[in-house]
């Protein structure tokens, strides 16, 4: 919990704990906080088997402030079935490498844990709803500083363990840290 002063009684001053937008707590005071540069991103995509559950719209991540868009180059991405996964940053696989690099302008994952965590989509041609049925987005991978993130309640596949994405039914998926 962060902490916020306000004005008590009588001109004393008093600490009111504040969660941060993740869920997760910073440490008491005089514990050191771990802050490491992003190197590298993996967001991990599901859609799901239904009838027009793939879309041609443009799918984004979103964290540490800013959004990143997921698109591999020469490839028809999020169809029906198809599980995904986009790197951004170190061995990057997405269209535009260089603008969806979290080391440009450099990310730490203090900014991670400071801002919303999520998937955006926006409809485009002609097949413009999504059906996602999975959504996880790992920082720094396999390393000391790594942090996780993904759908909790959306486990599972087939009917029920899906959630579609579009005008009719929100744009929107928020991710929580694991």
Do not use: C
């Not at 008491?28 to 719209?57: C, F």
């Not at 999020?78 to 440009?104: C, I, K, M, W």
């Amino acid at each position: 919990m962060a902490a916020v002063e306000t004005g008590g009684g009588y001109g004393e001053r008093r600490t009111l704990p504040r969660p941060l937008s993740d869920g997760s707590a910073l440490p008491a005071a005089g514990k050191q906080v771990t802050m490491a540069k992003i190197s590298k991103i993996n967001v991990r995509v599901r859609t799901a088997n239904v009838p027009q559950a793939a879309t041609d719209g443009r799918v984004y991540a979103a964290l540490g402030g800013r959004e990143f868009r997921l698109e591999t180059p020469g490839v028809d991405d999020f169809e029906q079935a198809a599980h995904a996964t986009y790197t951004l940053g170190d061995g990057a696989n997405v269209t535009n490498s260089g603008q969806n690099d979290p080391r440009s302008p450099q990310l730490d994952t203090s900014d991670v844990t400071a801002h919303p965590v999520y998937i955006r989509f926006e409809e485009a041609g002609s097949q413009p709803a999504w059906a996602v049925e999975g959504a996880t987005i790992e920082v720094n991978p396999g390393s000391s500083s790594a942090l996780k993130y993904d759908v909790t309640w959306l486990t599972g596949t087939g009917e029920g363990h899906y959630v579609w994405l579009g005008a009719d039914s929100g744009k929107q998926l928020n991710l929580r840290r694991k």
